[in-house]
C-alpha cells in the first residue's frame, strides 16, 4: 500500500497528441509522439500503443506523466510517460479523458 501523499507525488497531466512518427528503432513496435501539454510546453513521447495507426493519433487526449525524468530509448529522447493499459492479448491502448477538458490539467 502506499500513502495518498506518495500518489500526489505523481504528476499526471492532460496532453494533446500533435504528431506520431512510427519508430523502428524501439524495441517493440513503438511510435515517438509529440504532445502538447498546454501551459507545461510540447513534449515528446515513446508509446508502444499497438490499437492505433499513426495517422488517427492526432488529437487525441492522452493522460502522461510528467515529473518522471526523461528516458533515453535508442536514439529518441521520450521526456514523457504516456499513460496507457494492455488488452487480454497484451496489446496496448491510451487512457483518455471522455469530454473535452484543458491541456495540463492536472489528474486528481
Known amino acids: 500500500m502506499i500513502s495518498y501523499s506518495d500518489f500526489e507525488k505523481v504528476d499526471i497531466r ?3 497528441i500533435i504528431s506520431a512518427e512510427d519508430f523502428p528503432e524501439a ?3 513503438a ?3 509529440v504532445i502538447d501539454l498546454g501551459q507545461l510546453g510540447i513534449k515528446k513521447s515513446s508509446a508502444q500503443i ?3 495507426n499513426k ?3 492526432a488529437g487525441k487526449l492522452v ?3 510528467v515529473n ?3 528516458k533515453q530509448i535508442g536514439p529518441f529522447l521520450s521526456e514523457v510517460l504516456t499513460l496507457g493499459v494492455p488488452d487480454e492479448q497484451g496489446r496496448w491502448t491510451l487512457i ?3 469530454i473535452d477538458v484543458p491541456l495540463g490539467g492536472r489528474m486528481k
Do not use: A, T
Request: aromatic share 12%; with cysteine.
Open 68 to 70: 518522471f525524468p526523461p
Open 96 to 98: 483518455q479523458p471522455d
Open 63 to 65: 493522460l502522461c506523466v
Open 55 to 57: 495517422n488517427e493519433l
Open 27 to 29: 524495441k517493440k513496435p
Open 50 to 52: 499497438s490499437h492505433y
Open 14 to 16: 492532460v496532453g494533446k
Open 31 to 33: 511510435f515517438r509522439l
